[in-house]
Nanobody
Framework: QVQLVESGGGLVQPGGSLRLSCAAS????????MGWFRQAPGKERELVAR???????DYTNSVKGRFTISRDNAKNTVDLQMNSLEPEDTAVYYC???????????????WGQGTQVTVSS
């Protein structure tokens, strides 16, 4: 069982910054892809950014150049630095990780509880 604890959401003015953090704990041997999704009211959940254990990153087009994803493999944490925030970034942000319990186990997908990010003046 993997537990995810998210932090860092809140209310920020347009142009401001926030940093989201997600810590995975429990029976973890290693995690492969770690990432962040978001869901705005009335919209489907979408991928924001993801990062592999090797550090390869992928971003949705609307956040490229503004958001930066990073991870600490030793601590099983993944962060999302969000700069130049826009009202369109308002959403519930979810941490998503794929982890395994031991070296021969399959990776399982895990979701955080979500943290609200509101960009408004």
């Amino acid at each position: 069982q993997v537990q995810l604890v998210e932090s860092g959401g809140g209310l920020v003015q347009p142009g401001g910054s926030l940093r989201l953090s997600c810590a995975a704990s429990g029976s973890i041997f290693s995690c492969s892809v770690m990432g962040w999704f978001r869901q705005a009211p009335g919209k489907e959940r979408e991928l924001v950014a993801r990062i592999t254990s090797a550090g390869t990153t992928d971003y949705t087009n609307s956040v490229k150049g503004r958001f930066t994803i990073s991870r600490d493999n030793a601590k099983n944490t993944v962060d999302l630095q969000m700069n130049s925030l826009e009202p369109e970034d308002t959403a519930v942000y979810y941490c998503n990780v794929r982890c395994r319990r031991h070296i021969s186990a399959f990776y399982t997908e895990n979701w955080g509880q979500g943290t609200q990010v509101t960009v408004s003046s």
